[in-house]
T-cell receptor, first 115, second 111 residues
Framework: DTGVSQDPRHKITKRGQNVTFRCDPI?????LYWYRQTLGQGPEFLTY????????KSRLLSDRFSAERPKGSFSTLEIQRTEQGDSAMYLC?????????????FGSGTRLTVV | GEDVEQSLFLSVREGDSSVINCTYT??????LYWYKQEPGAGLQLLTY?????DMKQDQRLTVLLNKKDKHLSLRIADTQTGDSAIYFC???????????FGKGNQVVVIP
């Protein structure tokens, strides 16, 4: 297992287009998290899944954002009608529920640029 | 609510010690973490401390927690050029459904 994988690493899109990112967590981890990080800031929580269930969503996750984890393994984050303010690094992390207090494993992120 | 504050920039000579500070406002936080982020990369967990501890040492890293002042610090002994990065502190509630991060502290190690 090579850790948490995110694809693509970089995405440039025109304003108004839809984009989808993928995250493959560490295989035995049943929790998966999405965070967003803008330049010069720390990551901000967006949402998390336990297995296939989306258990919590931040108010940052507007109705243009949707996340899924259909089989409790990989997850996708879709942004519809992208805006320039969506430009950020989107980070995925995973953990095993029983040891989640000991920290997550983060992926390298997908950097989105909306032009 | 969650509000984590960090100072922004630290320059240190190779071989010296670095100290990075962080304050948090939510006294119900149960775990506090230090993460490292190198350019263009994700976050790497360095260490964590449970809120009923005052200190934790892990090789070159020493974490001090002052619950009364809600102050967390990370000391890196014998700082190396590979320690150049942005360091984030983060806090979590019991169950760790979400982490609240500070803005980060950039450490630049001068050879």
């Amino acid at each position: 297992d090579t850790g948490v994988s995110q694809d693509p690493r970089h995405k440039i899109t025109k304003r108004g287009q839809n984009v989808t990112f993928r995250c493959d967590p560490i295989s035995e981890h049943n929790r998966l998290y999405w965070y967003r990080q803008t330049l010069g800031q720390g990551p901000e929580f967006l949402t998390y899944f336990q297995n296939e269930a989306q258990l919590e969503k931040s108010r940052l996750l507007s109705d243009r954002f949707s996340a899924e984890r259909p089989k409790g393994s990989f997850s996708t984050l879709e942004i519809q009608r992208t805006e320039q303010g969506d430009s950020a690094m989107y980070l995925c992390a995973s953990s095993f529920q029983q040891s989640s207090n000991y920290g997550y494993t983060f992926g390298s992120g997908t950097r989105l640029t909306v032009v | 609510g969650e509000d984590v504050e960090q100072s922004l920039f630290l320059s240190v000579r190779e071989g010296d010690s670095s100290v990075i500070n962080c304050t948090y406002t939510d006294s119900s936080s149960t775990y506090l973490y230090w993460y490292k982020q190198e350019p263009g990369a994700g976050l790497q967990l360095l260490t964590y401390i449970f809120s009923n501890m005052d200190m934790k040492q892990d090789q070159r890293l020493t974490v001090l927690l002052n619950k009364k002042d809600k102050h967390l610090s990370l000391r890196i002994a014998d700082t190396q050029t590979g320690d150049s990065a942005i360091y984030f502190c983060a806090e979590a509630y019991y169950g760790n459904n979400r982490l609240a991060f500070g803005k980060g502290n950039q450490v630049v190690v001068i050879p």
